[in-house]
């Protein structure tokens, strides 16, 4: 199996701040990466798919970026609906696993 | 726009058969879409359990395989999960989601709301 680790796994910032989460596989995934973003109690919800590409929806302040093995997903101004927990996955090959998980709080 | 529904039993017994139906509309189940489950711990991350396309091909999870059967019921236009021999480690909030083929890498883009299931007696 693939691995996932996000980094980090949680990070407390401001509204307004820019954030930076990272990824990184354990072998290379191409650019065959997610991000989803999971509010309590409410089923993920993808933003970012091919590493870069915007899900239709998403507000363009969410971006991702990476290729091989390193992927990131940057907020550039974070807003008060994006305290959430954010999970990668990895689509290159079954069994599609996640990362462990990267919560934003209010600082 | 696709919309997916779990359905099933919220409580299961321990070595009893966790069995859930995912309900598709807005969309076929027969197109060129892939659909999977995935599951969450409560409390913990993502875990993919499983995929599934209309013909019936199947991809599992090594770690469940043994225990994992996904069919597809395409008169009701809806796909299913079946887990034995289940513990209290099978205690999860269980998603399904359609992998969307029209894009790069299959990414879920819609999920059902999530149901729970828990092992206990």
């Known amino acids: 199996d693939i691995q996932m680790t996000q980094s980090p796994s949680s990070l407390s910032a401001s509204v307004g701040d820019r954030v930076t989460i990272t990824c990184r596989a354990s072998q290379s995934i191409s650019t065959l990466l997610s991000w989803f973003q999971q509010k309590r109690g409410k089923a993920p919800k993808l933003l970012i798919y091919?590493?870069?590409s915007l899900q239709s929806g998403v507000p363009s302040r969410f971006s991702g970026s990476g290729s091989g093995t390193d992927f990131t997903l940057t907020i550039s101004s974070l807003q008060p609906e994006d305290f959430a927990i954010y999970y990668c996955?990895?689509?290159?090959?079954?069994?599609?696993?996640f990362g462990g998980g990267t919560t934003v709080e209010i600082k | 726009q696709v919309q997916l529904q779990e359905s099933g039993p919220g409580l299961v017994k321990p070595s009893g058969t966790l069995s859930l139906t995912c309900a598709v509309s807005g969309g076929s189940i027969s197109s060129s879409d892939w659909w999977s489950w995935v599951r969450q711990p409560p409390g913990k991350g993502l875990e993919w359990i499983g995929e599934?396309?209309?013909?019936?091909?199947?991809n599992y999870n090594p770690s469940l395989k043994s225990r994992v059967t996904m069919s597809v019921d395409k008169s009701k236009n809806q796909f299913s999960l079946r887990l034995n021999s289940v513990t209290a480690a099978d205690t999860a909030v269980y998603y399904c989601s359609r992998e969307m083929t029209s894009v790069t890498g299959n990414p879920n883009d819609f999920w059902g709301q999530g149901t729970l299931v828990t092992v206990s007696s």
């Open positions: 996955q990895q689509s290159y090959s079954a069994p599609r696993t």
């Open positions: 599934i396309y209309h013909s019936g091909t199947t």
């Open positions: 091919g590493a870069s």
